[in-house]
């Protein structure tokens, strides 16, 4: 249950910043607004980890320089979402947000790609996407 409440409070903010970095954009730029995102992010992170005092930073070492690199992809992000929301609106760009993220998750799943458990997808998964696919063509007409 945590699990699903951790989802669904990162879906929420996912879309409360692409807004919130929607209008910095048109105020500053869409740069500026992935710049002034990753800082407070930053600051955020390392605020929550001075409270928690968890200072196990021993193994990074043993994680794969590709694995550390995740963080830079945050400025991708959210400039494609500023642009996006821009460009075809907040609930268009989520849909084809979520639709992206599970279509690749599909195929990482499938393939064990990242080291990640195999896993099959069953049909009703596959339907599920479908229909979101579908969801978003008759939400774009």
Same mark, same amino acid.
């Given at each position: 249950? @945590?699990?699903?409440? /951790?989802?669904?409070?990162?879906? #929420?903010?996912?879309?409360?910043? =692409?807004? #919130? $970095?929607? @209008?910095?954009? #048109?105020d500053l730029g869409t740069w500026q607004a992935a710049t002034i995102t990753q800082l407070t992010g930053f600051i955020l992170a390392l605020f929550i980890l001075m409270l928690v005092r968890d200072r196990?930073? *021993?193994?990074? *070492? $043993?994680? @794969?320089?590709? /694995?550390?690199?995740?963080?830079?992809? =945050?400025a991708i992000i959210i400039f494609s979402e500023v642009s996006a929301i821009q460009q075809v609106g907040v609930t268009l760009t989520i849909s084809a947000?979520?639709? #992206?993220?599970?279509?690749?998750? /599909?195929?990482?799943?499938? $393939?064990?790609?990242?080291?990640v458990i195999k896993r099959k997808i069953t049909l009703p998964g596959l339907i599920g996407i479908a229909m979101m696919i579908s969801g978003v063509i008759i939400l774009k007409l």
């Open positions: 249950m @945590k699990g699903i409440l /951790y989802a669904a409070l990162g879906g #929420a903010c996912i879309t409360l910043q =692409g807004i #919130a $970095n929607a @209008k910095i954009s #048109a196990s930073w *021993k193994e990074l *070492k $043993n994680v @794969k320089p590709l /694995y550390i690199t995740g963080g830079a992809m =945050g947000l979520l639709i #992206a993220q599970l279509s690749l998750t /599909y195929l990482i799943d499938t $393939n064990g790609w990242f080291g």
